[in-house]
């Protein structure tokens, strides 16, 4: 028997519960008196609480012992704990755990939840029978408040959707759905709506039915950007709800019911991450906003600590989602749970098109060659030390290396030429997208050169300028600025519906980020609360000017083609060391190089927190790594597969130390290959560092290690380098690199001639829902309006019928409500008729000739048959019983008219050929 084998078998069921199940117990804040182990669970009085524990003698056949049974404080019981030792698989204590369920639920009728932990890993499997995967043991308050939500919740299917939160029928419609998805026991769900189109709002319309439903409680809404927390607190929380909102970004807090933080103060936290200090049910509904796509939680930590129902959502195009984010929400063949596109969005009138146009100019697609350059931009460069026969930059070095503002200023007037206008000859609202604050200020720079008296319409808004929010708020809510250059303060998160301009002068690499950033012109007019800035007071569509650098187009990488693949998260730089080393450990060392890789391995090991949940699952392979540390190299692929991602949870000091480490540790590898010209370009890096460090002479750290510094400059140093010269390099010189600063190199200002290249059109043009198109090709009503027949109002509404069928939602009252748009004029467009006569006019024209001229009324008979008309036009039907409802019976129509005359003009309504 091998000593792994050996030291698994000592870490029986006793040794499992001691050093694991019951810490992770106490760390959850539950206490001794409420945790019974081994309790009989045949011969127990569960109802009265008189609980039978292992006494040595159990009756065979007849005797079952509960691990552990967790209570309320009222000695209730809320939950089963079934233990296995360390070695098993705990989910081998299923059978036994539904059984002890089973007694107990047949003395009190009431189901009770259980676990299935080894120590290592939990399982949950709650009232319903619904099994997942858990971080650990729920704390007593929390099992507590989920029996109660069990007890009292109602089908969320039924609950009535709050019209007060979403009023339109699609956002309706998608709540409804998820109501739906969540009522069959699905615990996670993505939503895909396009930005501008009401995310938010339906965010807070399921939370609020779940709530109501009693389905959840405690509820969490994450972002990674600070802007979009701020919109969900203040345009969501606050505004449909009257409670408390704890906002973690002020500091942990656990009384509340609504949450809000961002990914970051989640992750943050120096000896324990802030979510680690919440129990793992704390929160029943937690919604993400982008946030599972955050690099500061690229392992997706928050959603496998928390057991909780988990809603995504995504503004980004589905055929443009990654498969992982579909994956993580339980969503197959890569569609989201529920959609709501932007072509939908524009079909619907909730959305406007976009008109864009890609520009190439010749010094952003070609660069500048200094050997064409006249004699005095020749100058200008050797003004900068630069020598203009050699110096040759590529499109793609703007604002990397050069800046051009002869190229700044093409394209302030390209845009000033194009760009829509508000009625006084003024910019309608418009974002600059630009590549760089140092960018940005120079194109605001530039602007009040080339028109002056829009000074102060044109202003930069970027994070390192001292209350910036103000003139974020100034951007929003007044008409100066009109236009804001910015530098990821306005991609996301801002809603300003009169932007009518974008203006791309960087390339955006990200498909997320590019759609978020689109988003910020997709506003329709009936958003808008200042007509005014509009061109002709109206926004039909909005324009995007996209200047192409280095050859790379935002509209052709994004709109055209499938877009850039969404980067596959970056591992750490401290899991990339770690796995460094493992691999060394397959080289041929000397026993002297095994025990340096050896100890440093194993410290990263023997660092790791062991009551982190991420570290606990894995400590059955810790555990066998530990016990042969002296063999390490028979481990390399455990070390690199099963261990090294926990490294993840080891930060590092300093990012400029951890990456020193990492680049300088490769001379390990250098040494085995006898590389000798990769050591002379690491030594080369090393002394650049070294240098660096050395002129902050001032400090006490770099007074303390000169000699140790001076010491690995010279030549000697590295002759002959070894392992432990590399070693030493990382523990006595490392620690240091949190002092070194980057020299910084002034961008070269190169003001060569610049002209436009060429234009490439790229118009939004959204085909009608197929089903739609071939409904409306094969009617025998639709024909009718193609002929010019005209149809009557039974007509109308069972057309409306057949279209809402067809597309829920589609009916006359929503469109005339959520595209402000006359029903028949609608029909007309779909159609593709171009009559302009006003339905309205045209209705109110006929109902006169059919019904008042055509009899001798009296002066108040007529008044009423105005506002019947009135009313008529506009909702295109009348029903007899509309008349004994406001506005019509205010009018008290069965006073002056006989219900027989009133029969007959309802009948003549509806007679009567509406287009």
Known sequence: MDTYTENFQLKNEQKTRKDLIDPALEKVGWLSKYIKEEVNSVKSDFKNKDFILFKGEPEHGVDRFIDYLLLDEDNSVLAIIEAKRFSKNPEKGRIQARTYSKDIEGQIGIKVPFFLTNGAKWFFIDEEGIERKVSGPFSQEDLKRRREIHKKSRDPAVVKVNHRIVDRPRSIKIVR????????????????????????????????????????????????????????????????????????????????????????????????????????????????????????????????????????????????????????????????????SYEDAIRDGVLVPYRAEALQTKVLELGIYGGELNKRLKTQLRRQEEDPDTFEVTGSDFDRIFMDDKTNELIIREFMDRCYKSNEGKPAKTIFFCASQRHARQVKKVFGELFPKLSADVQAITSDMYRAEDEVKRFKISSEPRIAISVGMLDTGVDIPEVCNLVFVKPVFSNVRFWQMLGRGTRNFKSCKHPEWLPNGDKKDFLIFDFTIGGYSNLRIHLESEGVPEKEPQKSVMVKIFENRANLLDKSLTESQKNIISNKIMGSINSLDEGSFIVREKLPIIEQVKSNSSYLENYVNELKDEISSLMILEPGSNSTVSSFILKTENLFGFILARNHEEIGKLRSYVSYMLRNILTKDNLNDIKMKRDEILRAMQNQFWEDLAFEDVEFLVRELA?????????????????????????????????????????????????????????????????????????????????????????????????????????????????????????????????????????????????????????????????????????????????????
């Open 735 to 915: 620690p240091l690199m949190k002092y070194f600063e980057p020299e910084r190199k002034e961008i070269i200002q190169s003001d060569a001639p610049d002209f436009i290249m060429s234009r490439e059109q790229f118009v939004k043009e959204v085909e009608e829902d197929p089903k739609i198109k071939e409904f409306l090709e094969g009617n025998n009503i639709i024909w009718k309006i193609k002929e010019g027949q005209g149809i009557t109002s039974p007509e109308l509404l069972e057309l409306e019928r057949e279209l809402n069928i067809r597309k829920p939602g589609l009916t006359i009252d929503n469109v005339q409500k959520h595209q402000n748009k006359d029903f028949i004029i609608f029909l007309r467009e779909i159609i593709g008729l171009s009559r302009t006569e006003d339905p309205k006019a045209l209705i109110e024209k006929r109902f006169s000739q059919f019904i008042i001229e055509k009899s001798q009324y009296s002066s108040r008979q007529i008044d009423f048959l105005l506002l019947l008309r009135r009313m008529f036009a506009d909702r295109k039907h009348i029903e007899l019983g509309d008349l004994a409802e406001p506005p019509l019976s205010d009018e008290h129509p069965l006073d002056i008219f006989e219900i027989g005359e009133l029969e007959r003009i309802v009948d003549c309504c509806n007679r009567i050929k509406m287009c």
């Open 177 to 340: 759905e998820l109501s739906e998805h969540f009522s069959k026991g699905h615990r996670t769900a993505l939503v895909h709506m396009a930005t501008g189109t009401g995310k938010t709002r339906v965010a807070m319309a399921i939370i609020d039915l779940l709530r109501n439903a009693n389905v959840v409680r405690n509820v969490l809404f994450i972002a990674d950007r600070i802007a979009l927390v701020e919109q969900t607190k203040t345009s969501g929380f606050e505004q449909f709800f009257t409670e408390p909102i704890a906002d973690l970004r002020e500091g942990f807090k656990n009384t509340a019911r609504l949450y809000v933080s961002t990914v970051q103060t989640l992750m943050g936290g120096k000896h324990e991450k802030m979510y680690e200090k919440f129990s793992p049910a704390f929160f029943d509904l937690i919604v993400f906003d982008e946030a599972h796509r955050s690099i500061y939680d690229k392992n997706n930590h928050i959603q496998q600590y928390f057991d909780a129902i988990m809603i995504g959502l995504t503004a980004t195009p589905r055929e443009r989602e990654s498969q992982s984010t579909f994956e993580l929400f339980g969503c197959r063949e890569g569609k989201p749970t529920v959609e709501y």
